[in-house]
């Protein structure tokens, strides 16, 4: 049984930074291409980035050169680290790979 469990949300200042973790249990995790979504009140759920089994990432155009996108392959987790937040990053985060999603963890951007 595929499990993802998201870690490292939390309320932070308005330029603040966060890193998110994600760790993979139950799927061979190298082979896998992960990614995190996020789903602010009110929208649907959106993909903030992803990261293929060699390495190559991939961005919305919302976090582009604030989020950064990696991966262990040995410890089976994917982190996002999260730099000038901003109020709009407010939403659930999610963590997911092709056949499993996580509970999420809510990142808080305060103005």
């Known amino acids: 049984q595929v499990q993802l469990v998201e870690s490292g949300g939390g309320l932070v200042q308005t330029g603040g930074s966060l890193r998110l973790s994600c760790a993979a249990s139950g799927i061979i995790f190298s082979i896998n291409t992960m990614a995190w979504y996020r789903q602010a009140p009110g929208k649907q759920r959106e993909l903030v980035a992803a990261?293929?089994?060699?390495?190559?990432?991939n961005y919305a155009d919302s976090v582009k050169g604030r989020f950064t996108i990696s991966r262990d392959n040995v410890k089976n987790t994917v982190y996002l680290q999260m730099n000038s937040l901003k109020p709009e990053d407010t939403a659930v985060y999610y963590c997911?790979?092709?056949?499993?999603w996580g509970k999420g963890t809510l990142v808080t951007v305060s103005s």
């Open positions: 997911s790979a092709p056949t499993a």
């Open positions: 990261i293929t089994s060699g390495g190559v990432t």
